[in-house]
C-alpha cells in the first residue's frame, strides 16, 4: 500500500479505536483494558490476511468499509 494511503488507514484505525474503546467488552485476558486500535489492527489482519500495511491499494475501500463495520457492531 503506497503511503498517503496507509496514513489514511492508519488515521481511521485510530479514530474508530477512540469511538471503540468504552465499547469493547473487559477480558479476562486484558486485565488492565483492551487496546481499541489493537483490536481494529488485528481485526483487519485477521480478515485480509496481513497488516493494512501490506495489503495492496485497491482493497483501501473495502478496509475502510471492514473499519467501519467493526465500529457498528464491537464484540
Not at 484505525?13 to 477480558?27: A, E, N, V
Not at 486500535?37 to 481485526?43: F, G, M, P
Request: net charge positive.
Amino acid at each position: 500500500m503506497n503511503e498517503l494511503n496507509r496514513k489514511k488507514l492508519w488515521e481511521k484505525i485510530q479514530s474508530t479505536g477512540d469511538k471503540l474503546q468504552p465499547l469493547l467488552k473487559p477480558s479476562r485476558y486484558h486485565p488492565k483494558g483492551r487496546n481499541a486500535y489493537a483490536h481494529v489492527a488485528l481485526s483487519i489482519k485477521e480478515k485480509f490476511g496481513r497488516s493494512y500495511k501490506d495489503i495492496s491499494d485497491d482493497k483501501f475501500d473495502e478496509i475502510t468499509s471492514y473499519i467501519e463495520h467493526l465500529l457498528k457492531n464491537p464484540n
